[in-house]
Nanobody, 114 residues
């Protein structure tokens, strides 16, 4: 079993920055991808950013140029969020494909005030 622990959410003003982290633990043989999704009230969960095992990245259209995803050698995935906007307000969930299974974190709240 793989556990995910997210941190770094909070309240920030428009134009501010936050950094989210998702640490993994447990027995991990392989990780195919690590990603962040978000879900705002009344909306569907959407992909924010993903990084693959070979370092490829892709981003949701609404965050391109503002957010950066990265992964370190301890299997932690980070999301640097700059120039935050009120529409970025959501619960952000870490998502990891490890050992050929999908895992989700419990989520961390990001609130951007106008």
């Amino acid at each position: 079993q793989v556990q995910l622990v997210e941190s770094g959410g909070g309240l920030v003003q428009t134009g501010g920055s936050l950094r989210l982290s998702c640490a993994t633990s447990g027995i991990i043989f392989s990780i195919s991808s690590m990603a962040w999704y978000r879900q705002a009230p009344g909306k569907q969960r959407e992909l924010v950013a993903r990084v693959t095992s070979i370092g490829g990245t892709n981003y949701g259209d609404s965050v391109k140029g503002r957010f950066t995803i990265s992964r370190d050698d301890k299997n932690t995935v980070n999301l640097q969020m700059n120039n935050l906007k009120p529409e970025d307000t959501a619960v952000y969930h870490c998502n990891v494909y490890a050992n050929f299974r999908e895992y989700w974190g419990q989520g961390t709240q990001v609130t951007v005030s106008s």
